[in-house]
C-alpha cells in the first residue's frame, strides 16, 4: 500500500539488469505511472525490450465495442496490455529448455481484467526452468483469485515491500532467484 508501480520499477528493471548481466536470460514487463502537469493520469505498460503501451487512463472510454474494465477512476485498455504482455509471455514459455527469469510486474486488478492473461501467467508459472519475479498486492478487500493462487504456491517465495525497504530489497531478491536456478 502506497507504493506506487513507479517505485517498484527500478527494483524490476534493476534486478533484470543485474541478471542480464550475470548471462541470465531475462523478460519481462512492468508497470509505470504516467503522469501530465504533476498529476496521476494513468499507467502504461513497459517491456523489457522497450516496448510501451496503455494500460489504464483516468476516465478514458473503452474502445467501440468492448465492455469497459474500471479500477477507481481508471479505465483498462484491455487491448493495449494484451497486445504487449502476452507475446511477452509466450514468448518466455516456448523458448525452449533452459533457466530463464520473466518478470511480471505487476499481476493486480487492471491486468487481472484480462482472463488470456490470467492463462498465460499459469502457463509461465508451470514452464519448466521458468524463474517468474512478479509482483502482486497484499491481501485487502475481496481477495483476487489468481492472486491468491500465487501466494499460496509452494514453490513462491513472498518478499513484502515497504517504504522502508524498498530500495534495499534488490541483492534479497538477486540472490532467491539466482539460488532457485541452480
Excluded: W
Excluded at 29 to 49: A, M, N, P
Amino acid at each position: 500500500p502506497g507504493i506506487e508501480p513507479l517505485h517498484r520499477v527500478p527494483c524490476s528493471v534493476g534486478t533484470s539488469e543485474v541478471l542480464k548481466s550475470s548471462g541470465v536470460p531475462v523478460d519481462g514487463f512492468y508497470t509505470e505511472e504516467v503522469r501530465q502537469g504533476g498529476r496521476r493520469i494513468g499507467f502504461d505498460v513497459v517491456t523489457l525490450s522497450g516496448l510501451r503501451g496503455v494500460l489504464s487512463r483516468i476516465g478514458s472510454e473503452p474502445p467501440p465495442g468492448k465492455r469497459e474494465c474500471r479500477v477507481g477512476q481508471y479505465v483498462v485498455d484491455l487491448t493495449s496490455f494484451e497486445h504487449l504482455a502476452l507475446p511477452v509471455l509466450r514468448n518466455v514459455s516456448i523458448s525452449g529448455p533452459g533457466h530463464r527469469v520473466c518478470i511480471i510486474d505487476e499481476i493486480g486488478k487492471m491486468e487481472l481484467f484480462s482472463q488470456p492473461f490470467i492463462q498465460a501467467v499459469r502457463q509461465t508459472l508451470a514452464t519448466p526452468g521458468t524463474v517468474v519475479l512478479g509482483t502482486i498486492p497484499i491481501p485487502k478487500g475481496k481477495p483476487l483469485a489468481l492472486v491468491e493462487e500465487i501466494r499460496n504456491r509452494n514453490d513462491v517465495q513472498v518478499f513484502s515491500v515497504t517504504k522502508e525497504n524498498r530500495n534495499h530489497l534488490l541483492p534479497d531478491i538477486v540472490t532467491c532467484v539466482q539460488s532457485v536456478r541452480k
